[in-house]
């Protein structure tokens, strides 16, 4: 049975994931419309279009952060749980750490920081308090 640290680090991964996945599309799928970008601080049509590139690729780093929270959490409950936790780590300090520098690179993003960086930080505190209690992580 999963104890309630585990259960918590698992569901704000999961949280972090779909945060990550939405800012994927925002930047990758959806970026043609205005009130996509202007979400992004951008005020015109001009700027979207030389900006775009970088937000097609920097949606695709956001995917691929969800899609290694997806393998850690695949490998905790159905592979190497060691392994699993070590991916999660990396995965969720990432997401932590990469709102962390947006925020410091421009404080008017704070929400946006704190929106892709609090789960992933939340999830990092309970999976390493789960570890530090010696509950194996397992299928929830």
Not at 8 to 32: C, Y
């Given at each position: ?11 704000f ?24 970008w202007r979400?992004?601080g951008?005020?015109s049509?001009?700027?979207?279009d ?9 949606g695709?780093?956001?995917l691929?952060?969800?899609?290694g ?20 780590l990396?995965?969720l300090?990432?997401?932590?750490l ?6 410091m690179?421009?404080?008017?993003m704070?929400?946006?920081?704190l ?11 309970f999976?390493?308090a789960?570890?530090a ?6 299928v929830?």
């Amino acid at each position: 049975m999963a104890s309630t640290l585990q259960v918590f680090a698992l569901a704000f991964a999961i949280i972090a994931t779909l945060i990550h996945v939405l800012i994927f599309a925002l930047e990758s799928v959806l970026w043609a419309k205005p009130n996509v970008w202007r979400r992004f601080g951008l005020r015109s049509q001009t700027d979207a279009d030389v900006v775009e590139p970088m937000a097609f690729n920097q949606g695709f780093y956001n995917l691929f952060l969800a899609l290694g929270s997806i393998v850690g959490m695949l490998l905790l409950g159905w592979g190497n749980p060691v392994a699993g936790k070590w991916v999660l780590l990396v995965v969720l300090s990432s997401m932590t750490l990469a709102s962390f520098v947006l925020l410091m690179t421009n404080r008017r993003m704070w929400r946006a920081a704190l929106l892709q960086g609090v789960a992933p930080l939340l999830g990092i505190g309970f999976l390493l308090a789960a570890v530090a209690a010696h509950a194996p992580m397992m299928v929830i």
